[in-house]
Structure formats: C-alpha cells, structure tokens
T-cell receptor, first 116, second 113 residues
C-alpha cells in the first residue's frame, strides 16, 4: 500500500502563476482533505471532500479550488499564486463519512510551496 | 468542536515516561478526543483516540478525566524518535463537516538522550 501520495515534493512559483498539487490515495477512502501549515503553526483546513463529486470549503479556502472526479484523487489548484500561499500543503484521507468510531486520518508527506 | 489547550513545549529524558496534558473544558458528550503527532518534515500521524474510557495501543495510552474536561497522552518509555509536535483534538462523532479535524499549535516534545 502506498497510502497517501503527494506530488510534487517541492515547488517554486512566481506570483500570478497557477499550478495543481496532486494527491492520491489507494485505500478506497471516502473522505479526503487538504491542509496548509505555516511556520510555527498548526494545520488549517483548506477544502475537503466526502466522496467523488462532493467538495466543500474548510477554514481557509480563498485562492484554492478542488475537484473530486474519482475516489482516489483530490487535486488542489492554485489559480493565481500569491506570496501568502507560501506554505507546506498536506493531503489527508480517512474512511467513513458518517458517524462512527473509525476516524484514523492518514496524511501524505507534504508539498513545500514557495511563491516569490 | 471543543477548543483544546496544550503547553507549547515539554522536555523528557530518553527511556522515561512522558505525560502530555490537554485541556478541553468545553467538550461535548459526543466529542471524541484524538491525538496526532508530527515528526520533523513529515505529515501528521494518528496516535490514539477515545471517548470516555482510558485507551491503550502499541504507541501510547490515553487517560481521560472522569469529567472529560482534560486528558493525558502517556508515552511509557520515550525514545529519541518520539520527539515531535503532539496535537490534541476534540472531534465530533458526526459525518460531513462536523467530522473535520481542527488542529491547534500542539506541544513540541523534546527528548534528551
């Protein structure tokens, strides 16, 4: 099992450029999410999805778009990069979108993005 | 989700037990207490979770106060590999957006040889 994979590991963008951060999981998890982590801070939720075709906003969604066309993939798009989006981005997945006790969340290794 | 409060940092000696505290005084009856940890330059990893009773697994133990307003993550014998930021979260036992994990700043644990 690869778990949650993210590409690229590192990326440098110029202000105004667009790009897509890729995230894939092979555990057949319904729930996937994107977080960003700034230096010395905890993780903040950007967007999440409870299944293919369903996405919703988290705490800090501005400047980011997501889509979920398959169970496995959940890409994060930066439409026009800004220096404030310099951060480390983590993708995560877990099983179960209803109530219950099965909430171990698996995180990818992260993408370190710098916007100049 | 209930707000959680943790010390910014703690130190431990290798091979000694570590007790990491967390306050969650506004927790509701349906909130689970979760712990994750983040090793340097890695994504967070699940450690343990519980509702009312104390819980044990291969990584750690979770002791939950009777009134559920606080909990303690116990690492029985700290190793250098346990040096990480530990996050305590209170999460509702619901689906959809109410099941999202909300991270604070956590406790940075240093382990001295």
């Amino acid at each position: 099992n690869a778990g949650v994979t993210q590409t690229p590991k590192f990326q440098v963008l110029k202000t105004g450029q667009s790009m897509t951060l890729q995230c894939a999981q092979d555990m057949n998890h319904e729930y996937m999410s994107w977080y960003r982590q700034d230096p010395g801070m905890g993780l903040r939720l950007i967007h999440y999805s409870v299944g293919a075709g369903i996405t919703d906003q988290g705490e800090v969604p501005n400047g980011y778009n997501v889509s979920r066309s398959t169970t496995e993939d959940f890409p994060l798009r930066l439409l026009s990069a800004a220096p404030s989006q310099t951060s480390v981005y983590f993708c995560a997945s877990r099983t179960g979108v209803g109530g219950g006790d099965s909430y171990e969340q698996y995180f990818g290794p992260g993408t370190r993005l710098t916007v100049t | 989700d209930a707000k959680t409060t943790q010390p910014n940092s703690m130190e431990s000696n290798e091979e000694e037990p570590v007790h990491l505290p967390c306050n969650h005084s506004t927790i509701s009856g349906t909130d689970y207490i979760h712990w994750y940890r983040q090793l340097p330059s890695q994504g967070p990893e699940y450690v343990i979770h519980g509702l009312t009773s104390n819980v044990n697994n291969r990584m750690a133990s979770l002791a939950i106060a009777e009134d559920r307003k606080s909990s303690t993550l116990i690492l029985h014998r700290a190793t250098l590999r346990d040096a990480a930021v530990y996050y305590c979260l209170a999460r509702r036992n619901y689906g959809g957006s109410q099941g999202n994990l909300i991270f604070g700043k956590g406790t940075k644990l240093s382990v001295k040889p």
